[in-house]
C-alpha cells in the first residue's frame, strides 16, 4: 500500500493533493525551491525538502534532485500534480526505475498520447472522429504547403509535443504560411525543446468541450461527465463550467462512447482528460488527451462528488474502481474562476508582488483552492494563477450569480489580478446563455478596450 507521496509540484495543486492524503492516512511530502521557502504547502506537508534555486529548472523540473528527495525520505509514491513534469514520460520511467510508483499512467502511455502527431493517428485507429489535417510530422515549408491545399484554408500549425496554446499559429493563406510554419517552429522550440510541428483544418468558433475519464488496470473505464473551457485568451483557459450548457444530449452520449473507445485503446490508466472542438453543426473532433490531472477538475468533483485524487492515488496502488458507471450522476451547476495575479490594464502581464491584505469568499457553494495568504509575496518565476474559486448550484444561472458574489468578496490587495475581467464576464449576454465560444473572450476583451474600460 501507499504510505508516503512525494508531491512534485507546487501552489494550490499541490495543497489539493496534500489535504486528499490527509483523509486517506498517507503521509506527504513536499519539495520547494528557493523561492518557494516560505508557500503554503511547504508549511502544510508532513516532510519538505528544497530542491534547488528559484527558476523551474533548477527545481522543479530537476528529475534527479526530485527523486533523489523521494528516495531519501522514504516514499512510496510520486504525485506529479499538473504541469512540470506531470506529463513527462521520461520522469514517469525514471520513477518507476527507482523503485516508486508514477501517480498516472504507464510511461509509454504518456508518451504516445504527449506527442500529437502519434496521438492523432491513434484515435484515428480507434475509430474517433479527428480534424482533418497531415497525417505526419511536417518536415519543410514546401510539404506543409502541398498539404495545406488537401486540407484548405484556414488551417492551424500545432507543436506535435505541445500544450497550452504554445507553438501555435492560425493560417488563412498561403502568403501567411511560410512565416507561420517558422513562427510555429521556433516557439515549440524554446517551449518544449522540440521542434516539430503538424497541422490540422481549424474548426472556426468551436466549443471546446473535454470528458473526464477514470480508468484502472483491470479493464474498468469510466467517465465523469465533461466540461466546457471555451471561455479562453490566447489558447489559455480562463473560465470554466461543467456540464456544458448548450450540448445536445445525444452528442454527450456519443462524445462519452468515443472517450472511453480511445481510453481502451490505448489502454489508459489512471485520471484523464479527453478534449474535444465542437463545430458549429455538432460535428465534434479529438483534439487531445491530457494524462494528468486538470485545473479544472474541481468542477467535475462538484457535479459528480467524487474525489479524482483520491481515485488517482487508487488506482496507481493497483486497487479497482470501487464505481460503476450506473453509479455516476451529474447533480447541479458548477463554475470555476482561474484568479491570475496579472495586470490587465497592461495585456494581462503577470504582476508578482507582495500580497498586503487578502479576503478570500466563502459560503454555501463556494470553494477556494489557493496557496496564497497575507503577507504572502508571489514569485516572479512560475505560472501567474494564485487561486480558483470555484462555486456550485442546482442551476446554471444561480451558479453565475454565486460567483459573481464570490468575486465581490475577494479582496486581494498589493497585487494587480484578472478579478474584475471575470466579474464584467460573467455579467455578458453571451456568457449567461452559455453561447460563447473559443474566441469570445478575445472578442470580449477588443470590445472592452474600444469602450474604454480598460486600456
Known amino acids: 500500500m501507499i504510505r508516503k507521496i512525494l508531491i512534485a509540484n507546487r501552489g ?35 516532510e519538505a525538502v528544497c530542491i534547488g534555486g528559484p527558476r523551474p529548472a533548477e527545481s522543479y523540473l530537476n528529475m534527479n ?80 504547403k502541398k498539404y495545406a491545399k488537401e486540407i484548405t484554408y484556414p488551417l492551424i500549425i500545432k507543436a506535435a509535443n505541445g500544450g497550452g496554446g504554445r507553438g501555435m499559429r492560425i493560417v488563412h493563406s498561403e502568403d501567411e504560411f511560410e512565416h507561420a510554419y517558422y513562427s510555429a517552429k521556433s516557439e515549440a522550440k524554446a517551449c518544449f525543446g522540440d521542434e516539430d510541428v503538424y497541422m490540422e483544418k481549424y474548426i472556426e468558433h468551436p466549443k471546446h468541450v473535454e470528458v473526464q475519464v477514470l480508468c484502472d488496470e483491470f479493464g474498468n473505464c469510466l467517465h465523469l461527465y465533461e466540461r466546457d473551457c471555451s471561455f479562453q485568451r490566447r489558447n489559455q483557459k480562463m473560465i470554466e463550467e461543467a456540464p456544458c450548457h448548450v450540448l445536445k444530449e445525444d452528442i454527450r452520449e456519443k462524445m462519452f462512447e468515443d472517450a472511453i473507445k480511445a481510453c481502451r485503446y490505448v489502454g489508459y490508466t489512471s485520471a484523464g482528460t479527453i478534449e474535444f472542438l465542437l463545430a458549429n453543426d455538432g460535428k465534434y473532433y479529438f483534439m487531445e488527451m491530457n494524462t494528468r490531472i486538470q485545473v479544472e477538475h474541481p468542477i467535475t468533483e462538484q457535479i459528480c462528488g467524487i ?149
Do not use: W
Not at 70 to 84: L, M, N, Q, V
Open 12 to 46: 494550490e495543486i499541490a495543497i489539493r493533493i496534500i489535504r486528499t492524503c490527509k483523509e486517506m492516512g498517507i503521509r506527504t511530502v513536499a519539495i520547494y525551491s528557493t523561492a518557494d521557502k516560505d508557500a503554503l504547502h511547504v508549511q502544510l506537508a508532513h
Open 65 to 144: 534532485a526530485i527523486l533523489q528527495a523521494a528516495c531519501s525520505t522514504g516514499c512510496d509514491a510520486i504525485h506529479p500534480g499538473f504541469g512540470f513534469l506531470s506529463e513527462n514520460s521520461q520522469f514517469a520511467m525514471l520513477t518507476q526505475q527507482c523503485g516508486l510508483i508514477f501517480i498516472g499512467p504507464r510511461p509509454e502511455v504518456i508518451e504516445k498520447l504527449g506527442n500529437k502527431a502519434t496521438a492523432r493517428q491513434m484515435m484515428i485507429e480507434a475509430g474517433v472522429p479527428v480534424i482533418p489535417g497531415s497525417k505526419q510530422i511536417i518536415q519543410d515549408v514546401e510539404e506543409g
Open 307 to 455: 474525489d479524482i485524487v483520491k481515485q488517482q492515488i487508487r488506482i496507481a496502488d493497483h486497487q479497482h474502481l470501487k464505481l460503476k458507471q450506473s453509479d455516476i450522476h451529474a447533480h447541479g451547476y458548477a463554475l470555476e474562476c482561474r484568479i491570475n495575479a496579472e495586470d490587465i490594464h497592461r495585456d494581462f502581464a503577470p504582476s508578482p508582488g507582495k500580497i498586503t491584505f487578502l479576503n478570500l469568499p466563502s459560503g454555501r457553494g463556494v470553494r477556494v483552492e489557493t496557496a496564497v495568504y497575507n503577507g504572502y509575496s508571489i514569485p516572479p518565476y512560475y505560472d501567474s494563477m494564485i487561486a480558483k474559486i470555484i462555486t456550485f448550484a442546482p442551476t446554471r444561472l444561480e451558479c453565475i450569480k454565486k460567483m459573481r458574489i464570490a468575486l465581490e468578496e475577494l479582496i486581494i490587495d498589493g497585487v494587480e489580478t484578472n478579478v474584475e475581467f471575470h466579474y464584467l464576464a460573467l455579467h455578458q449576454r453571451s456568457f449567461i446563455e452559455g453561447t460563447y465560444d473559443t474566441g469570445y473572450a478575445q472578442t470580449f476583451i477588443e470590445e472592452l478596450k474600444e469602450n474604454g474600460e480598460f486600456i
